[in-house]
């Protein structure tokens, strides 16, 4: 079962790095679209379906280049649903400036018949390490 999850988590990423909005549709829960949640990293909460899937086609077709590497990811399974928590490492380019960024997120699936679908995607970005925090107390 945690390999679906992992699938499933792995699908979101796949459909942004290829801005494919269809992909990007099916990885997001049909049955309460009401209830999906989405805060990417500096935006305010999106609700529901419509918003969510909007924002993702904006980031889009505004980002020439994305790919993520993901780490530290944990998968948790109670019953229908399974939460997914790792760090996106994400090198990425706008116009013509490329830049790595490091992002946490939590993404939240439900089962349903036809597997498992997002519920809430949650990115927060890390502004330094703990090791550079350490550094500066010398």
Do not use: K
């Not at 020439?64 to 993901?70: E, K, T, V």
């Not at 490091?102 to 939240?108: F, G, K, L, P, R």
């Amino acid at each position: 079962m945690t390999a679906e999850v992992e699938a499933a988590n792995t699908a979101l990423y796949e459909a942004l790095e290829s801005a494919d909005v269809d992909r990007m549709a099916a990885v997001w829960d049909e049955v309460d679209p009401d209830a999906l949640v989405c805060v990417h990293p500096g935006w305010p909460m999106l609700r529901g379906r419509g918003q969510v899937l909007r924002s993702f086609s904006a980031i889009m077709a505004n980002t020439p280049y994305i790919q993520f590497f993901l780490t530290d990811v944990d998968v948790r399974v109670a019953g229908d649903t399974a939460v997914v928590t790792c760090t996106e490492n994400i090198l990425t380019a706008v116009s013509e400036e490329a830049s790595s960024n490091q992002v946490v997120a939590t993404n939240v699936f439900r089962r349903r018949d036809d597997g498992w679908r997002l519920q809430v995607h949650h990115g927060s970005p890390v502004m330094g390490t703990l090791a550079e925090e350490g550094a500066d107390d010398d």
